[in-house]
T-cell receptor, first 117, second 113 residues
């Protein structure tokens, strides 16, 4: 149980275009989803926390107008990288929290490798 | 503030040898601690979690970790390494505000034949 599906797994786009990444909880309802960014050989950096039906909470230094997050339902959150530039190339990973206390683990998608040319 | 520190960004062991990956945490409240494994170009897979029920926690793939409050540690061990264990390992703490995971820097485990 507790499967998180992330799509696409890999995307290449031209500079200036926008890219949407989807994160779905397949067998549970996720009231909260988290978006992370990971640079090569580094740890995961939390970008934002998204709660169903409300605005996302962005971490300090993350541009909310550039990284648009929508959590329209209990099973779907999307991250849109707007006007992408080569420096946005990275590995993006979403995770979802199963309902319950903070002792519950987060479940992760398989990540999206974004390359901006 | 809560934080996680993993000692050693890279650990190399021989196949069949003991694996020990170190993790120390800082938290003003009882922590919820997790170990995750990441294979190249993939997401994170939960290995095990500590939620105060027992200090010695057994996980998948033969891994276990022991919570030591006096040492603020949660080291990950496996008695005998397999080639398939080569991956990146992350220790994480679930915060008491907003439920986000706070990650350590990660430790890359290499297994030599």
């Amino acid at each position: 149980g507790a499967v998180v599906s992330q799509h696409p797994s890999r995307v290449i786009c031209k500079s200036g275009t926008s890219v949407k990444i989807e994160c779905r909880s397949l067998d549970f309802q996720a009231t909260t989803m988290f978006w992370y960014r990971q640079f090569p050989k580094q740890s995961l950096m939390l970008m934002a926390t998204s709660n169903e039906g409300s605005k996302a909470t962005y971490e300090q230094g993350v541009e909310k107008d550039k990284f648009l997050i929508n959590h329209a339902s209990l099973t779907l959150s999307t991250l849109t990288v707007t006007s992408a530039h080569p420096e946005d190339s990275s590995f993006y990973i979403c995770s979802a929290a199963t309902p319950g206390p903070s002792s519950s683990p987060l479940h992760f998608g398989n990540g999206t490798r974004l390359t901006v040319t | 503030a809560q934080s996680v520190t993993q000692l050693g960004s890279h650990v190399s062991v021989s196949e069949g040898a003991l694996v020990l990956l170190r993790c120390n945490y800082s938290s003003s409240v009882p922590p919820y601690l997790f170990w995750y494994v990441q294979y190249p170009n993939q997401g994170l897979q939960l290995l095990l979690k500590y939620t105060s029920a027992a200090t010695l926690v057994k996980g998948i793939n033969g891994f276990e970790a022991e919570f030591k409050k006096s040492e603020t540690s949660f080291h990950l061990t496996k008695p005998s390494a397999h080639m398939s264990d080569a991956a990146e390992y992350f220790c994480a703490l679930r915060g008491n505000q907003g439920g986000k995971l706070i990650f350590g820097q990660g430790t890359e485990l290499s297994v030599k034949p």
